[in-house]
C-alpha cells in the first residue's frame, strides 16, 4: 500500500537552482529516508531522518520532517546535471518494511 | 556497486516459460527482499526473507516463486507469466533493525511477451 505521497509528480530547473521535493504519509513512523534512482537502476539511499528529529544535512541534501503534519522535504542545493534521477521517500514503521511514495522526477537542464 | 548483485539485467521471457532471477548481497545483511517496480506506481513489496525464512508475502501470485537458500542469496522462480508482470525487479538487503537502509541491486528488467 502506498504511504509517500511525492510532490512534484515532476520537476524541471535550470543547473545551479535549488531543487524541492515534498513528501506526505498517513501512518505514525519511525523513520522516513529519501532514496534517488537513476533511470532504470537500483535505488540509492540517501538520507535518513528519524520522527524526533526535525532537520538532517548531508552535504547538498536538506530534509525536514514535521511530524504534525506528516509531511517531509528534500532540498538539494546548487543543483547539477548530475542530480537528473527519480526520488523517493519511504517511511519505516515499528516493522521492517519500508513503505514507498511514487517519486519525483528530477530533471536539471544545463 | 552497492554489495548487492542481480542477475540478469535484462530477461525476456514468453508465458509459457520458466527462468528465475537471482540475488547476491556481500554486506552481512540478515534480511532480503524483492520488489516489483512498474511505471509511475511507488516500488511494491513482494517477498521479505529474514534468516532465510520468509516473513511476509504480499498477496503475490503463485506464479512467483521465491527461494533463500542461505543469508546471500535470493532466487524469483518466474513461470507461466503475464504480459502485466512486465516491469522492474529490485532486490534489496538490510540489517532487521530499525532506523536502517536498504540496499538495493540494479534491478532486472522483466518483459514477458
Known amino acids: 500500500s502506498q504511504q509517500g505521497e511525492e510532490d512534484p509528480q515532476a520537476l524541471s530547473i535550470q543547473e545551479g537552482e535549488n531543487a524541492t521535493m515534498n513528501c506526505s504519509y498517513k501512518?505514525?513512523?519511525?523513520?522516513l529516508q529519501w532514496y534517488r534512482q537513476n533511470s532504470g537502476r537500483g535505488l540509492v539511499h540517501l538520507i535518513l531522518?528519524?520522527?524526533n528529529e526535525r532537520e538532517k544535512h548531508s552535504g547538498r541534501l536538506r530534509v525536514t520532517l514535521d511530524t504534525s503534519k506528516k509531511s517531509s522535504s528534500l532540498l538539494i542545493t546548487a543543483s547539477r546535471a548530475a542530480d537528473t534521477a527519480s526520488y523517493f521517500c519511504?517511511?519505516?514503521?515499528?516493522?521492517?518494511?519500508?513503505?514507498w511514495g511514487a517519486g519525483t522526477k528530477l530533471i536539471i537542464k544545463p | 556497486e552497492t554489495g548487492v548483485t542481480q542477475t540478469p539485467r535484462h530477461l525476456v521471457m514468453g508465458m509459457t516459460n520458466k527462468k528465475s532471477l537471482k540475488c547476491e548481497q556481500h554486506l552481512g545483511h540478515n534480511a532480503m527482499y524483492w520488489y516489483k517496480q512498474s511505471a509511475k506506481k511507488p516500488l511494491e513489496l513482494m517477498f521479505v526473507y529474514s534468516l532465510e525464512e520468509r516473513v511476509e508475502n504480499n498477496s503475490v501470485p503463485s506464479r512467483f516463486s521465491p527461494e533463500c537458500p542461505n543469508s546471500s542469496h535470493l532466487f524469483l522462480h518466474l513461470h507461466t507469466l503475464q504480459p502485466e508482470d512486465s516491469a522492474l525487479y529490485l532486490c534489496a538487503s538490510s540489517f532487521l533493525v530499525q532506523d536502517t537502509e536498504a540496499f538495493f541491486g540494479q534491478g532486472t528488467r522483466l518483459t514477458v511477451v
Open positions: 501512518t505514525s513512523i519511525n523513520n
Open positions: 519511504a517511511t519505516g514503521g515499528s516493522n521492517y518494511q519500508l513503505i
Open positions: 531522518i528519524r520522527s
